[in-house]
């Protein structure tokens, strides 16, 4: 990964980071099973919105260290402060096919706000692909402009 000097950083397009963490329904085990998957996929967006550039902006990677998400008024603190941090973004990156209540709202957000809504869907498991395109062991410097298993739409 290239360094960017300080000056670059403040250049850094900032992206909200918009998908899943709640798990569905299900037994605990398969609760606990996707909500580590959702966080992976959290995180393996950001990793990716980094190399591209992007300072990634993932609230819900961080309030669930200190708010609890299975209570009402908590989870409604995080989402909360999630929108201030929606705020301060330029876009908003919708990650894979599910939509969960969190993320409508996020969205809703964005759009009264004016800020864009990008979507990235996937060809197969999004986890799968991610995890292909942010630990490619190419060490070509040139970027693959396609970028196989994503998909991009600009609402």
């Known amino acids: 990964m290239r360094q960017k000097t300080t000056m670059e950083l403040g250049e850094r397009k900032r992206v909200f980071i918009c998908s899943p963490l709640r798990p569905r329904k299900g037994t605990p085990k398969e609760q606990q099973m996707e909500l580590f998957r959702n966080m992976e996929l959290a995180s393996l967006a950001c990793r990716y919105a980094v190399l591209?550039?992007?300072?990634?902006?993932?609230?819900?990677?961080?309030?669930?260290?200190?708010?609890?998400?299975?209570?009402?008024?908590?989870?409604?603190?995080?989402?909360?402060?999630?929108?201030?941090?929606?705020?301060?973004?330029?876009?908003?990156?919708?990650?894979?096919?599910?939509?969960?209540?969190?993320?409508?709202?996020?969205?809703?957000?964005?759009?009264?706000?004016e800020i864009p809504i990008i979507r990235l869907g996937f060809v197969g498991d999004p986890i799968e692909t991610l995890t292909n395109l942010v630990f490619d062991d190419d060490d070509d410097e040139e970027e693959d402009d396609d970028e196989e298993g994503l998909t991009y739409d600009e609402d």
């Open 52 to 113: 591209h550039g992007c300072n990634p902006m993932a609230p819900h990677l961080l309030h669930p260290a200190f708010l609890d998400d299975a209570n009402p008024e908590e989870r409604e603190i995080g989402i909360e402060l999630g929108m201030d941090w929606l705020m301060d973004c330029d876009e908003l990156w919708v990650i894979g096919d599910r939509i969960s209540d969190g993320m409508q709202k996020e969205m809703e957000a964005a759009l009264d706000l």
